[in-house]
């Protein structure tokens, strides 16, 4: 069933109470529960601990084959430390080595292909939301365009926040590229995720208020973060800065899937809004041709 269907069918819901009995209250009600129905939480762990251990590989990867610092300082702005520290526990890699030119060719596509683990977990979850097919291994390549373009995209804020280094104008600048930044990627991503079914603006939506949360969060991690990672690595250690990684992963991981449950909650409301994101077919008020069809089953 379309969306534009699933609207048709949210208007004819019984009323029982505020949350059934008004727009607005149906609105919050399809929001709660499509945060229940997804396991927000379950799925954000596992979301988070496939960025840490796919899509984090990957960024090592390409500095490595490229230039290093630009990943240590999205990292050490957002965490507050040098991520050097971390190696010169095992040693420096020298990168005029053999085994250092061997994992520029060989390394970074095994960490590709591997790290792919993140896309398919994070198609599964827009397949759930948005009741849309799986994706076939014959469009695996969605997979590596998703890894790499999240990947890149934290290489790229970092990038983005030197322009703070301006006068007058460089913080507003360094918030407007990070909000260009996530929106871009996080439009991109369900798009390719969902087999481009989900389209026009429910799609741009989405991915604007999944911009807007991370941009937020981005900029709170900047303020309590550092604070944090000390206390963490004082008591435990190198796994400590694991433990406080992870689980700041996990609270933006919170922030991408509930932005997809949220949109889809608005674009299902019988009001202007809903209407406005659903768009128009043929003088028709519901659009079905930029909306997923509902299979009657849910994708896990």
């Known amino acids: 069933m379309a969306l534009a269907r699933e609207a048709l069918a949210a208007r004819t819901e019984t009323a029982n109470g505020w949350?059934?009995?008004?727009?607005?209250?149906?609105?919050?009600?399809?929001?709660?529960?499509?945060l229940v129905g997804i396991e927000l939480f379950d799925r954000s762990m596992t979301l988070a601990a496939k960025i840490f251990t796919s899509v984090l590989p990957v960024m090592i990867a390409v500095s490595t084959v490229s230039e290093w610092n630009v990943t240590a300082r999205s990292l050490e702005d957002q965490f507050g430390f040098d991520p050097s520290v971390l190696?010169?526990?095992?040693?420096?890699?020298?990168p005029t080595t053999?085994?250092?030119?061997?994992?520029?060719?060989?390394?970074?596509?095994?960490?590709?292909?591997?790290?792919t683990s993140f896309a398919r977990a994070l198609a599964r979850i827009y397949a759930k939301?948005?009741?849309?097919?799986?994706?076939?291994?014959?469009?695996?390549?969605?997979?590596?365009?998703?890894?790499?373009?999240?990947a890149l995209s934290a290489s790229a804020i970092a990038a983005a926040n030197e322009l703070t280094n301006l006068r007058y104008f460089g913080l507003t600048l360094a918030l407007v590229a990070?909000?260009?930044?996530?929106?871009?990627?996080?439009t991109l991503c369900p798009y390719l995720l969902t087999m481009g079914t989900l389209k026009g603006r429910v799609l741009w939506a989405s991915g604007a208020l999944t911009s807007a949360g991370l941009t937020t969060i981005h900029a709170g991690g900047r303020l309590v973060l550092p604070r944090i990672t000390e206390t963490a690595q004082h008591q435990f250690g190198a796994i400590g800065l694991v433990f406080t990684a992870i689980s700041w992963l996990f609270v933006m991981s919170v922030v991408i899937v509930a932005a997809a449950v949220i949109t889809k909650a608005v674009a299902l409301d019988e009001t202007y809004i809903g209407r406005?994101?659903?768009?128009?077919?043929?003088?028709?008020?519901?659009?079905?041709?930029?909306?997923?069809?509902?299979?009657?089953?849910?994708?896990?």
Do not use: K
């Open 19 to 34: 949350l059934q009995g008004t727009p607005p209250g149906r609105t919050v009600r399809r929001i709660i529960d499509g």
């Open 87 to 94: 190696s010169s526990a095992v040693g420096t890699v020298d």
């Open 98 to 115: 053999p085994t250092f030119a061997a994992f520029g060719v060989f390394g970074l596509l095994m960490v590709a292909v591997s790290g």
């Open 129 to 150: 939301i948005w009741n849309v097919p799986s994706i076939s291994l014959r469009d695996a390549w969605r997979w590596l365009v998703v890894l790499f373009a999240v």
């Open 178 to 186: 990070e909000l260009a930044i996530w929106w871009a990627v996080w």
């Open 276 to 300: 406005y994101l659903r768009g128009p077919v043929n003088g028709s008020e519901q659009s079905t041709e930029s909306l997923p069809e509902n299979d009657g089953a849910h994708h896990e």
